[in-house]
Nanobody, 130 residues
Framework: QLQLVESGGGLVQPGGSLRLSCAASGFRFDAYNLAWFRQAPGKEREGVSCFTRTSSRARYADSVKGRFTISTDNVKSIVYLQMNSLKPEDTAVYYC???????????????????????WGQGIQVSVSA
């Protein structure tokens, strides 16, 4: 069964840090580009960061550049999102997603349109509040 399962969310104060994990199973982890998305209440889902298999290049939304870092552990089949200097506007449900590298061989995508990614996790809540 192809599956992505997020963990590591929770409540943190502004300025704090969290590390999200997304464990993959049922597919060849190193053949997929990986991404993190988020959706805040009343807002559309947006791309946060992604990782390109062929080049190990990462992309970040402008709103998280310099604060968030995406990384992978190919032995454990886990993709991480390290989030530092968190702000209240980072509050959202965070989702990980995977897409076969051949669909985006040059650079990973942060597009959110239907069908753009092959697999999604169930999402995990991150709340940033004093």
């Amino acid at each position: 069964q192809l599956q992505l399962v997020e963990s590591g969310g929770g409540l943190v104060q502004p300025g704090g840090s969290l590390r999200l994990s997304c464990a993959a199973s049922g597919f060849r982890f190193d053949a997929y580009n990986l991404a993190w998305f988020r959706q805040a209440p009343g807002k559309e889902r947006e791309g946060v960061s992604c990782f390109t298999r062929t080049s190990s290049r990462a992309r970040y939304a402008d709103s998280v550049k310099g604060r968030f870092t995406i990384s992978t552990d190919n032995v454990k089949s886990i993709v991480y999102l390290q989030m530092n200097s968190l702000k209240p506007e980072d509050t959202a449900v965070y989702y990980c997603a995977a897409v076969d590298w051949s669909r985006d061989p040059n650079i990973c995508t942060l597009e959110t349109k239907e069908g753009r990614h092959d697999l999604w996790g169930q999402g995990i809540q991150v709340s940033v509040s004093a």
